[in-house]
Nanobody, 124 residues
Framework: QVRLVESGGGLVQPGGSLRLSCAAS????????IGWFRQAPGKEREGVSC????????YYADSVKGRFTISRDNAKNTVYLQMNSLKPEDTAVYYC?????????????????WGQGTLVTVSS
């Protein structure tokens, strides 16, 4: 019953944009910080961005700062990740999950909920 579902991935050229969506069902999303994570083949999972449940404070990895924007729409129970100026190194499977926001973005310590992932491919 408790689910997060990502959508919006696809193939884009370098410099292009995508908006990823993370839709929650079975729970109220605004009670939790939500993070976006990504994992490329052969690489470890990394936290990309996070939005707090308390005041909607936002956090970004240095690699995406200034290019990506995280936001939430509590009425729609959805968190978004707007990705602009995409680079080939952004290619990865992107996941949303309940999270711990901070300088380092991690999964929620006790109540982890993960989406299935959506593939973003940046290539010319």
């Amino acid at each position: 019953q408790v689910r997060l579902v990502e959508s919006g991935g696809g193939l884009v050229q370098p410099g292009g944009s995508l908006r990823l969506s993370c839709a929650a069902s079975g729970f109220t999303l605004d009670y939790y910080a939500i993070g976006w994570f990504r994992q490329a083949p052969g690489k470890e999972r990394e936290g990309v961005s996070c939005i707090s449940s308390k005041d909607s404070s936002t956090y970004y990895a240095d690699s995406v700062k200034g290019r990506f924007t995280i936001s939430r729409d509590n009425a729609k129970n959805t968190v978004y990740l707007q990705m602009n100026s995409l680079k080939p190194e952004d290619t990865a499977v992107y996941y949303c999950a309940t999270a711990e926001c901070g300088r380092v973005i991690t999964a929620h310590r006790f109540l982890e909920v993960w989406g299935q992932g959506t593939l973003v491919t940046v290539s010319s």
